[in-house]
């Protein structure tokens, strides 16, 4: 592809060189100071900072944090009487303490719901529920959590509304009342939908779509959160390019919140109905277990580059690139689709060591000074 050509000849280099070459002083977050925050979804022990050298590599590279899991409704309300807010506390006092931009996913998913939340089949009572929820969680972090994930993965892959509790019981009304209400709770907070494969045409239109009906009906939406579980080759640079310059004509932010670059086979892509039953085990679907090749890590190294060098094109449109996960042991994709299996989808391996990937997204800074 004539947009990615450039990066081979650098990539390719970039193998040939060991990773301790780059400067110490070397960093993400540096290097991107001036176009976008580069951030990282933390786990429940990087919260806690249990491990030291995890911990030091979290400040060192990132600027902005995400919960991965803990600030989800099953662990932040998990009776209806009931919320914790231990381990969120403690993410909010990380971020504050290492001066991080913080965000706070998700308020409405359909997902890691608490069971409770699931048995609500009245309109009335699911009203009361989303109001007291947001109210309770955005309130509680006003001025410290600086923007939201309001609403989290409302759509079908045609850009037709998710059937969820939420639209079930309240119609799509829900959607307009959640960023309604976040913005009472906190006016200066950045409210954003956050959705997955929205930069391919049919879910993108549906994803403008929904935008343009919340803001329409008086909600405030502030970004768009494409969440960026890619492959080696898709999505294409043109899709993504499309999608930046179509939701930034919205008048709004456009962020990437859960970057990963998958270097497994997809299971979908073959035949059989049960990802899990029919491919868990199978050494096709797992065919790196102990390392990387070296043409692979090309390829990855190769496609970061590409991926940022369109980022950097349109960084006055880009607020944060964040990473779903500090280093490639702590990746969701090493247990899904298959459980099991062996993923590199990061800049950072399992040893805390940057890769080729990580050396290409800094490269590109280097070769415009």
Request: hydrophobic letters at 35%; aromatic letters at 10%; glycine letters at 4%.
């Amino acid at each position: 592809m004539k947009f990615i050509k450039p990066c081979l000849v650098a990539v390719t280099t970039l193998l040939a060189v060991s990773c301790t070459s780059q400067k110490e002083t070397a960093s993400l977050k540096d290097a991107y100071k001036d176009d976008f925050y580069i951030g990282t979804a933390l786990s429940a022990d990087q919260i806690e900072q249990k491990d030291k050298k995890v911990d030091s590599l979290i400040k060192k590279e990132f600027n902005a944090i995400t919960a991965e899991n803990i600030m989800k409704s099953m662990y932040t309300h998990p009776q209806k009487d009931k919320y914790d807010f231990t381990l969120s506390d403690k993410f909010v006092a990380y971020g504050q303490k290492n001066k991080m931009f913080i965000h706070g996913h998700t308020l409405i998913w359909h997902s890691q719901l608490a069971p409770w939340m699931e048995k609500i089949a009245d309109s009335t009572e699911m009203k009361a529920f989303m109001k007291d929820h947001i109210k309770t969680i955005v309130s509680k972090y006003k001025g410290r959590i600086n923007s939201w994930d309001v609403v989290n993965e409302a759509l079908n892959e045609d850009g037709t509304l998710r059937k969820s509790v939420f639209l079930n019981t309240l119609g799509e009304k829900y959607l307009v009342d959640a960023f309604k209400l976040a913005e009472k709770a906190d006016p200066k907070a950045e409210l954003y939908y956050n959705d997955y494969n929205i930069e391919e045409p049919a879910k993108r239109a549906g994803a403008i779509a929904l935008i343009k009906k919340i803001k329409a009906e008086g909600g405030k939406v502030d970004g768009v959160g494409i969440q960026g579980h890619w492959r080696l080759q898709s999505p294409s640079i043109e899709e993504i390019e499309k999608s930046i310059l179509e939701y930034s004509a919205l008048g709004i932010k456009v962020a990437f919140t859960e970057l990963d670059i998958t270097v497994l086979p997809n299971p979908w892509d073959l035949k059989g109905a049960d990802v899990n039953q029919k491919f868990e085990g199978n050494p096709k679907m797992n065919p790196y277990p102990e390392k990387l090749p070296d043409s692979v890590q090309t390829q990855l190294a190769e496609r970061y580059a590409s991926i940022f060098k369109l980022f950097l094109k349109h960084k006055d449109k880009i607020s944060r690139v964040t990473f779903w996960g500090v280093h490639d042991g702590q990746s969701w994709l090493n247990d899904w689709p298959i459980k099991g299996r062996t993923n590199y989808p990061l800049p950072f391996d399992n040893n805390l060591q940057h890769k080729p990937a990580y050396d290409s997204i800094l490269k590109l800074k280097e070769t415009q000074e």
